[in-house]
């Protein structure tokens, strides 16, 4: 179960307690659009105690996007470091992505 705090200083700070997993990102989502995009919004994340990776990608994302993250533990934020900076990997082909060129000769006299 997550619970939200919301308090303002000068910016506006999201207090997340408990779990954050799938179903929570809809309404922090929700909270977060309600500020306004040129709101100074942080989420403290001192008391959270497990994620899963939707909530992962959601907070990379808010980060990304100028949400900052506060007090965020340090298991949370090597995953996000993985999720966040882990590129697409190309499906590998056996073949050379360059074809190799044949040498033409001149066949059998």
Request: aromatic share 4%; with cysteine; charged share 40%.
């Amino acid at each position: 179960m997550l619970k939200i705090q919301r308090k303002t200083n000068g910016g506006v700070i999201f207090t997340l307690s408990g779990r954050i997993e799938a179903e929570d990102i809809d309404e922090l989502r929700r909270l977060l659009e309600l500020e306004g995009a040129d709101s100074n919004i942080a989420l403290d994340l001192k008391d959270v105690t497990l994620v899963d990776r939707d909530a992962i990608k959601y907070l990379a994302d808010c980060e990304a996007d100028g949400t900052k993250l506060t007090n965020c533990p340090p298991y949370v934020r090597e995953w996000i470091g993985r999720e966040g900076g882990r590129p697409r990997r190309k499906k590998q082909n056996t073949r050379t992505d360059k074809p190799q060129k044949r040498e033409q000769g001149d066949g059998l006299k």
